[in-house]
């Protein structure tokens, strides 16, 4: 009776081992970013990644699908997005780009707040990383919207009205030039 030579495990477990870290190097599985609002409530910043989450602005996309779930107790907002444009380019044929995003946002419940914004997805870091940048200056662009929050600086009374000597004016008021040598009131 013969028997054969029993041959080695490691070298297919290494090989499998450098095959799966180069797909994940290479790849990229699942990404998250952060970013801190400090100078925000919990409830503006909140209010702010709905609002990102739920009317999505992209001046060169469009948005073909967008599923959103809220969870208002976990501060927790999950987002399943499609997204198309034409790429029209001189000298190329018109080619239909398409991506598709699922992240969640999620808004933690301590101070500073900060939005972690995650994804479960393989792709590209640089597409994740870029998505990720367009998400918080969308949900920056939505504070701004709701209006400020602090006192501005200096402001003795913390956030007092300031006294004003007349009415504003109504729209289309040209104000009166100024003296010579003298700056024009805003």
């Known amino acids: ?35 801190d609002f400090d100078d925000r409530p919990r409830a503006e910043v909140f209010q702010a990644v709905v609002q990102a989450c739920r009317e999505p602005r992209y001046p060169d996309w469009v948005v073909v699908r967008n599923e959103v779930h809220v969870d208002e107790q976990d501060g927790y907002v999950s987002v399943y ?13 018109p080619r239909r780009e398409e991506r598709k995003w ?27 990383w870029r998505e990720a940048d367009h998400f918080f200056g969308q949900v920056r662009m939505r504070l701004v919207e709701l209006g400020p929050v602090l006192p501005a600086p200096g402001d003795p009374m913390g956030g007092a009205a300031a006294s004003a000597e007349r009415d504003p004016q109504a729209p289309g008021h040209r104000a009166e030039p100024p003296a010579e040598g003298q700056l024009a009131t805003p």
Not at 82 to 88: H, S, T, Y
């Open 1 to 35: 009776m013969q028997t054969c030579p029993k041959r080695d495990p490691r070298p297919a477990r290494i090989a499998l081992a450098v095959a799966a870290l180069a797909s994940v190097l290479l790849g990229g599985c699942g990404h998250s970013q952060r970013c």
């Open 81 to 93: 997005r499609d997204l198309r444009r034409d790429v029209i380019e001189a000298g190329l044929d």
């Open 102 to 128: 699922r992240f969640t946002a999620t808004v933690s419940p301590a101070r500073p707040t900060t939005v972690t914004l995650a994804s479960p997805d393989w792709a590209v870091p640089g597409h994740f």
